[in-house]
């Protein structure tokens, strides 16, 4: 589906139309890779005890790298390549707190392109190994200053010649991956959506896809979920943390979502709808819960698209899928 008028400014659709280009010339020059499998994930129904509104989740997990970052990623390599000269010998630098860094890996692989990841030691050991199994290398920062001490050093080393960093915080190109490939697919998928609900990171899907939406569907509901305590994947976007591109103007309802929540949220979902997903989106689907049950007229939302942004298997090795006990109430 096209849009009449964009919500782009003319700057960023003519850096969109740059940026199609050098994807059609990354696939056409990697024909049946995994270039050419990003994106186009499934959408699959959720079960809700309120027959009259639909939950369906976009599973990004069916990504070649298992997470929504692959799109992100690929549209960040393709606009460096694109407006910044990087070359085969430039090593691509990126702070994550995993799945950038594991799509960033997967893509340097495909295109014989080096790549530095700066994550937080804390991060879940599954990701770390991803990451070296694409051939990419990893510098381990301090846990306790999360991964705002990961972009401070890819910040540093970006001063390094023969370094180029992704800064998919600061940069645009993450919010056009989302406006170009995730929302077109969302609304292709449900084209009746009212309401769309997303975790916020480095806010580029939240931003980027409800940009898009809201072009033809100007009433659109964007739920942010903000982590209310410490969750793997998800940042509050405010103070200190607010990244460059977040754009609060499309946001609608935060909702704020706390660890064993999170973690409780993610089991159910394993066990009552099969979906191996990670704890960012048993949040999004504890906070779309919360919200429906906060408002006091539903009559006007029928369709919910919940962003599904990785799978669980990822996070075995940490206690996300324990069953402590905790939060039984809230299903």
Excluded at 64 to 74: F, G
Excluded at 122 to 139: F, N, P, V, W
Excluded at 215 to 235: C, Y
Aim: net charge negative.
């Amino acid at each position: 589906m096209t849009s009449t008028t964009s919500n782009l400014s003319p700057e960023l659709q003519q850096r969109l139309a740059d940026l199609r280009q050098r994807l059609a010339y990354l696939r056409a020059e990697h024909p049946n890779s995994v270039l050419t499998q990003i994106g186009n994930t499934p959408m699959l129904s959720i079960p809700y005890e309120n027959p009259n509104i639909k939950l369906w989740a976009k599973l990004d997990s069916y990504n070649p790298s298992s997470s929504v970052k692959d799109r992100t990623a690929l549209y960040l390599v393709a606009d460096a390549m694109e407006q910044s000269g990087v070359t085969s010998e430039t090593t691509l630098v990126e702070a994550s707190s995993g799945n950038t860094g594991i799509g960033l890996a997967m893509i340097c692989a495909v295109l014989k392109q080096k790549a530095l990841i700066y994550m937080a030691d804390d991060t879940s050991i599954e990701r770390r190994h991803l990451i070296s199994a694409y051939g990419a290398k990893i510098k381990l920062t301090p846990g306790e200053l999360g991964t705002t001490g990961a972009i401070e050093a890819a910040r540093a080393k970006n001063e390094e010649e023969g370094f180029y960093w992704i800064a998919q915080h600061e940069n645009k190109a993450n919010i056009l991956a989302h406006y170009d490939s995730t929302g077109p697919e969302i609304l292709q998928q449900c084209p009746e959506i009212d309401a769309f609900v997303a975790c916020s990171g480095t806010t580029g899907t939240l931003v980027g896809a409800s940009s898009f939406i809201k072009e033809t569907h100007p009433d659109l509901q964007v739920v942010s979920v903000w982590p209310k305590t410490k969750i793997m994947g998800i940042r509050r976007p405010d103070g200190d943390c607010r990244p460059i591109i977040y754009d609060d103007s499309w946001i609608d309802h935060i909702i704020e979502i706390e660890e064993p929540g999170a973690k409780s949220g993610t089991r159910a979902l394993a066990n009552q709808t099969g979906m191996l997903v990670g704890p960012t989106s048993g949040a999004a689907w504890l906070a779309t819960r919360r919200w429906l049950n906060g408002l006091e007229d539903t009559s006007h939302i029928k369709n919910v698209v919940i962003f599904f942004p990785d799978d669980g298997v990822r996070y075995l090795s940490t206690d996300t899928f324990h069953d402590d006990g905790y939060g039984k109430d809230f299903f």
